[in-house]
């Protein structure tokens, strides 16, 4: 049985328009098709018998072992049905495959190291205490602020743009968000915004700039800590606007009128959510306002975490995702009355669709600049997360609460003051 074969036997001889060419020369799947999954070596089969699931997969194509030609997402969306389902007996097929090929079987039998960009995070360090959490950040956002202008474009924002219209352009997205946020709380000139998880500073500054608003952010990345702070220089913004480099739960400071979390709460951990959002409420005045911003489950039917899937192991190490309800309770018992939320995970498949035509548009530098496992990592988790968004895997949430004074009086008007 040719090499091409045998994984076309792995998606169980479906007709998904991909075709399969191995270096044996072999070819199987449909020849005309707009994407081409090239095993490049024997050792690919390794990965893939000894690996669970899509993490041999994941493992063979961030090594070179596999190389995609065309369309990522294309390619996911086509295969996604028949790699969901790779189980121990398509696995004992594959052997059964390759038994008689000397080159195949000797390949399959060599136990390979995982690429070197897979995460190893915290050794005997308690998962979420604050080294950890260190780790975990640096290993994903100290990549190089160079590579993230190229996949994020001019706002260096992180999370989930807000599209106006469909034809909305990535920037006008994510300036949307910011001002989505800024309406939510409600800012106004004078006031003082504490933004846990800030990233490149983007809704520091836009609150700064559009709102008049001195704004703090913390991250627990130094070059995203460095780059914010060079850019509120540049923008003229240092009287309003600073980023320090520093774990959340080391902000003194408290009496701020506003909270914004956006995209920090999947690296708390869930038994840390209800303390997390108790230390929120701690740093805002009484008739302050908290919006929450984070990528959830659609429920809590499924762990929080999966520690040895692709994502933990080479995006987010120890990350973990709540359903929508888990987080409302949080919020609702820890400080905060809830008045209003949202689910924009439609959003977000735009968002991610444009970071990954970002990062087609400068591939060839994109490698030179981190690595060819490094940018194959983000190839392969931003198109399949796009994905994920899409087909209700994964959702994305924004909750907003107020912390009550003992007159009870929210402040909120009585109809949604936004309209971003």
Known sequence: MTLAKVFERVTHGTDVPVEFAAYDGSRAGRPDADVRVEIRSPYAVSYLVRSPGLLGLARAYVSGHIEVHGDMYTTLSRLSQTLNSISPADRLRVLAGIIDDPLLRAAAATRLEPPAVEARPGGRLRRHSKRRDAEAIHHHYDVSNRFYEWVLGPSMAYTCAVYPKAGSSLEEAQSAKHELVARKLGLEPGMRLLDVGCGWGGMVMHAAREHGVKALGVTLSKQQAEWAQKAIAEQGLSDLAEVRHMDYRDVEESGFDAVS????????????????????????????????????????????????????????????????????????????????????????????????????????????????????????????????????????????????????????????AWGV
Not at 261 to 283: D, K
Not at 315 to 342: C, K, S, W, Y
Not at 394 to 400: A, E, N, R
Request: with cysteine; hydrophobic share 35%; aromatic share 8%.
């Open 261 to 416: 979390s956006i995209g920090l709460t999947e690296h708390i951990g869930q038994a840390n959510v209800p303390g997390y959002f108790a230390f929120l409420s701690g740093r805002l005045r009484p008739g302050g306002r908290m919006l929450n911003h984070c990528i959830t489950r659609p429920d809590n039917t499924q762990p929080s975490i999966r520690p040895e899937g692709f994502i933990n192991r080479y995006v987010f190490p120890d990350g973990e995702l709540e359903g929508p309800g888990f987080l409302l309770t949080a919020m609702n018992d820890n400080g905060f009355e809830i008045r209003h939320e949202e689910n924009l995970r439609e959003h977000y498949a735009l968002t991610l669709r444009d970071w990954c035509r970002n990062l087609d548009e400068h591939w060839d530098e994109a490698v030179a600049e981190v690595g060819p496992e490094v940018a194959r990592v983000w190839r392969l988790y931003m198109a399949g997360c796009r994905l994920g968004f899409e087909r209700n895997m994964v959702q994305l949430h924004q909750i907003l609460g107020v912390k009550l004074p003992e007159s009870q009086v929210s402040g909120m008007p009585l109809r949604a």
